[in-house]
């Protein structure tokens, strides 16, 4: 039988667990999104090493689990004398997440951008900046933004293994509540259903937040 | 106590990786077998089948895979039924794939011309003969490189088992590192492992792309 009424008495702390998955969430879009662009722009305008260097760190986080980046951040960083909170070593190890991820997304719509726009650019007397942010990157952005979006929530889903460090985020305040009333079903059920609504509702706002951002096209 | 030197760490390391590698192809023969079931399903114009299939995406893919992996591990024992670590593993992992080919499978079967379909009817063909001798051997063509590339995923969530306990590569990390207390040494070693896993068949998965695209 399932009891879902053991755990109306914890709903605090799924509140203050879910407050912490999306404080995290937010941040880590916002630095991760913004370390990717850094990133793209350096890899596809960049010099040799800039590209060699964003390369190598694309591949590597891209090629690992991020549990072991993070369990790399935490555990082995103070080995060599970096000392990190859990909560900062998980907001580190998102934000290197995502830029990575985001990295090659941004990357490959600054790749569409045709190369006529930027000789047009530059026959009209703008400077290598201006290009950048007034012809390359909104067309860019509005090309990947579904695919940025989704690796946004594919990160905040992620997130979940921060618990493992005691980040006191959803998944912990689960395993909290699973460990005193031992409703693991229950409580890892309702969880799960958070995470769902957390992810459907981040999907809306980031779909609200792309037709407020690329309105341009309508004004046209 | 037992002193562990550099090469018993790589050894253990080695020796545990033997299990990541098995995970990963069970739950990736897992989560192809039950995609290929989806994909079938979403393909028939029952209304009923295909909303299922977009609720089974929708679930799977809008909740962490470790929570998945709780609720197979933790939630079901509690239920009264008895499931291994490794069992636990292989059930998460097999609905965290056929969750994702599903989505990637239908983006590739999109990408033919609906013409094809039209014409297979024009021709008299059934819905499993155009499925087997018009569609499929197209929709691979399209869909291998992808899939090489989330195979890459799959290994990478392999790595949350070791929360429940399963000893793979990133548990034999983690016990090492308690009776070591050597974690840069340790984890250095666990990441490059699962990179020198993963890292060429995203090579591979680049190099199918780019063939691909030559040959269209």
Request: aromatic fraction near 14%.
């Amino acid at each position: 039988m399932l009891y879902f009424s053991d755990l109306l008495q914890y709903s605090d702390v799924f509140f203050s667990g879910l407050m912490t998955t999306v404080e995290l969430t937010v941040l880590t879009t916002f630095l991760g999104v913004a370390l990717g662009t850094t990133c793209a722009t350096l890899r596809q305008y960049g010099n040799l090493a800039g590209q060699r260097i964003v390369s190598v760190y694309v591949e590597l986080i891209r090629n690992t689990p991020f549990i072991v980046q993070l369990f790399f951040i935490f555990f082995g960083l103070p080995a060599i004398g970096i000392m990190l909170s859990p909560w900062e070593a998980s907001m580190i190890a998102l934000t290197i997440n995502l830029g990575a991820y985001s990295t090659e997304i941004i990357r490959a719509g600054l790749a569409s951008i045709s190369k006529g726009q930027v000789e047009a650019a530059k026959v009209l007397g703008l400077n290598f900046r201006q290009t950048l942010t007034r012809v390359i990157f909104i067309p860019a952005f509005e090309k990947i933004y579904p695919a940025l979006t989704s690796q946004c929530i594919i990160v905040m889903l992620g997130s979940a293994v921060i618990s493992q460090i005691s980040v006191q985020d959803l998944t912990y305040a689960a395993n909290l509540v699973q460990s005193r009333n031992f409703r693991a079903f229950e409580s890892y059920l309702v969880t799960a259903l958070l995470y769902l609504g957390l992810s459907i509702l981040l999907r809306f706002a980031f779909n609200a937040l792309g037709k407020r951002l690329f309105a341009y096209r309508s004004v046209q | 106590m037992i002193e562990f030197s550099n090469y018993d760490i790589l050894r253990n390391l080695l020796f545990a990786t033997q299990w990541t590698i098995l995970l990963s192809l069970a739950a990736f023969v897992g989560g192809t077998t039950v995609a290929l079931a989806l994909t079938a399903m979403r393909l028939t114009r029952n209304a009923i089948m295909r909303t299922l299939v977009r609720m089974y995406v929708e679930l799977f893919q809008g909740t962490p895979l470790l929570m998945q992996m709780f609720l197979c591990f933790f939630g079901l024992s509690m239920l009264g039924y008895e499931i291994s670590a490794w069992g636990a593993a292989i059930l998460s992992l097999t609905f965290f794939t056929s969750a994702f080919l599903v989505e990637i499978w239908r983006g590739c079967i999109d990408t033919l011309p609906k013409g094809q379909w039209e014409a297979s009817r024009c021709l008299g063909l059934s819905f499993l003969q155009t499925l087997r001798f018009i569609i499929l051997p197209q929709a691979i063509r399209v869909a291998t490189a992808p899939t090489v590339g989330f195979s890459v995923q799959v290994i990478k969530g392999t790595a949350l088992a070791s929360v429940i306990g399963f000893v793979e590569l990133t548990k034999v990390g983690t016990m090492l590192n308690n009776a070591t207390f050597e974690p840069f040494k340790v984890f250095t070693l666990v990441a490059l492992i699962y990179f020198m896993l993963c890292y060429p068949l995203s090579l591979y998965s680049k190099h199918l792309e780019k063939k691909f695209n030559v040959s269209r």
